[in-house]
């Protein structure tokens, strides 16, 4: 099992373009969350994906950021016209069902925009 | 309320002595909790978990105990060692499948 995979490990882009961040959850597991961190800071909850649907996106700005987990293929975080804020660490996290059982991270995407 | 309050923000103790960290939920709903170790550059990486019909679970030197009606639960690590040094975080997850909740981590520091 190679566990949560993300990728890119890292990804720089300009001010006004997107980013794309891919998460595959371990094998079996149906259940994905991402969450964000800021240098020195904690993880904040951005939205629970099951396979195609979303469960939980008040973490979400309102505004530029959506996810989506469809029947095949990873779970994909877009992030569109980014801004220098939007730079931080972006982990996902996935469990076998939701809720009361073990979830386990990926490496993260590390996001800078210059 | 969906919060989970996590102290201290800093901790620094001796090798070899004991390591405490307390959190406090307020949504009595909530029957999950697990703890996370994040080192350096690295991902969270859970290290013990306690669910809530159990008040105490040990895993070599590091302890976890749960009191539902105080709404507190606390991360015990004994016999220090450097490799303890990281960020931990608590987290609480709701009955219902939802989401994962952490406090805002601690960063522990073990002195040689």
């Known amino acids: 099992n190679a566990g949560v995979m993300q990728n890119p490990r890292h990804l720089v882009r300009r001010r006004g373009q997107e980013a794309r961040l891919r998460c595959s959850p371990m094998?079996?597991?149906?259940?994905v969350y991402w969450y964000r961190q800021l240098p020195e800071e904690g993880l904040k909850f951005m939205v629970y994906?099951?396979?195609?649907?979303?469960?939980?996106e008040s973490g979400m700005p309102k505004e530029r950021f959506s996810a989506e987990f469809p029947k095949e293929g990873p779970s994909i975080l877009r992030i569109q016209q980014v801004v220098r804020g939007d730079s931080a660490a972006y982990f996902c996290?996935?469990?076998?069902?939701?809720?009361?059982?073990?979830?386990?991270f990926g490496q993260g995407t590390r996001l800078t925009v210059v | 309320g969906e919060n989970v309050e996590q102290h201290p923000s800093t901790l620094s103790v001796q090798e070899g002595d004991s390591a405490v960290i307390k959190c406090t939920y307020s949504?009595?709903?909530?029957?999950?909790f697990p703890w996370y170790k994040q080192e350096l550059g690295k991902r969270p990486q859970l290290i013990i978990d306690?669910?809530?019909?159990?008040g105490e679970k040990k895993d070599q030197r590091i302890a976890v105990t749960l009191n539902k009606t105080a709404k507190h639960f606390s991360l015990h690590i004994t016999e220090t060692q450097p490799e303890d040094s990281a960020v931990y975080f608590c987290?609480?997850?709701?009955?219902?499948?939802?989401?994962?909740?952490f406090g805002s981590g601690t960063r522990l520091s073990i002195r040689p």
């Open positions: 994906l099951q396979k195609e649907n979303i469960i939980d």
């Open positions: 996290a996935s469990s076998p069902t939701g809720g009361r059982t073990e979830a386990f």
């Open positions: 094998k079996g597991h149906s259940h």
């Open positions: 306690i669910r809530s019909n159990v």
């Open positions: 987290a609480q997850m709701y009955s219902s499948a939802s989401k994962i909740i």
């Open positions: 949504d009595s709903a909530s029957n999950y």
